[in-house]
């Protein structure tokens, strides 16, 4: 079974500092997607970058870019120049090809400093 | 970009009753439904997937009798939360696919009192 674990419960970061989030996954297919997902106070899920595993190259969204290791299973959040709108809940998730749901983490609350 | 929509956003409902939560795909045609439970400061549960046309696939340990789905369109499904109790408070999204991409509603906290 596939299961995403997000070791980070709470992270902090100074505005306009950098912070990464960290995601790690356990899989046996070779093809798949992940996510981030950010849920501000309002609940909305909003997705923030997405990655093919297929794909080398990391995915990148503006000041949010990945670190993907797909050897290590591993798949963190960069979000770069922190703003106060980016405090939020940080989901990690992963769908399988031939799946249709997805695989949440537990989350990271992210705080911005001013 | 793609939008779900998901009402009510709130809901205070009395113990022993039902309650209705519509999800609906404005502007694609979404198959495939799925309906989460998110506990406070917790992850998204999915607790059923939703098609179209045909009966949902429950997760192991949701009660089927208990929350009703129905997808009977390609742009709405309805969880229902018969005689409800105190204890089926929380937060329930719904969310929609695409080919590449999930969409999520805007949840609906439920309150049963």
């Known amino acids: 079974a596939q299961t995403v674990t997000q070791s980070q419960p709470e992270m902090s970061v100074q505005e306009a500092e950098t912070v990464t989030l960290s995601c790690t996954y356990d899989?046996?297919?070779?093809?798949?997607?992940l996510f981030w997902y950010k849920q501000p106070p309002s609940r909305q899920m909003i997705l923030v970058i997405r990655?093919?595993?297929?794909?080398?190259q990391n995915a990148t969204e503006n000041r949010f870019s990945v670190n993907f290791q797909k050897a290590a299973k591993s798949f963190s959040l960069k979000i770069s120049d922190s703003q106060l709108g980016d405090a939020a809940m940080y989901f990690c998730?992963?769908?399988?090809?031939?799946?249709?749901?997805?695989?949440f983490g537990t989350g990271t609350r992210l705080t911005v400093i001013p | 970009g793609a939008v779900v929509s998901q009402h009510p956003s709130r809901v205070i409902c009395k113990s022993g009753t039902s309650v209705k939560i519509e999800c609906r795909s404005l502007?694609?045609?979404?198959?495939?439904m799925f309906w989460y439970r998110q506990f406070p400061k917790q992850s998204l549960m999915l607790m059923a997937t939703?098609?179209?046309?045909?009966?949902?696939?429950?997760e192991q340990g949701v009660e089927k009798d208990k929350f009703l789905i129905n997808h009977a369109s390609l742009t709405l499904s309805t969880l229902t939360v018969t005689s409800a109790h105190p204890e089926d408070s929380s937060f329930y999204i719904c969310?929609?696919?695409?080919?590449?991409?999930?969409?999520f509603g805007q949840g609906t906290r439920l309150t049963v009192v």
């Open positions: 969310s929609a696919r695409d080919r590449t991409r999930a969409f």
């Open positions: 899989t046996s297919e070779s093809d798949y997607y």
């Open positions: 990655q093919e595993a297929y794909k080398q």
């Open positions: 998730a992963y769908r399988g090809t031939g799946a249709n749901n997805l695989f």
């Open positions: 502007d694609f045609q979404a198959t495939t």
């Open positions: 939703s098609n179209e046309g045909s009966k949902a696939t429950y």
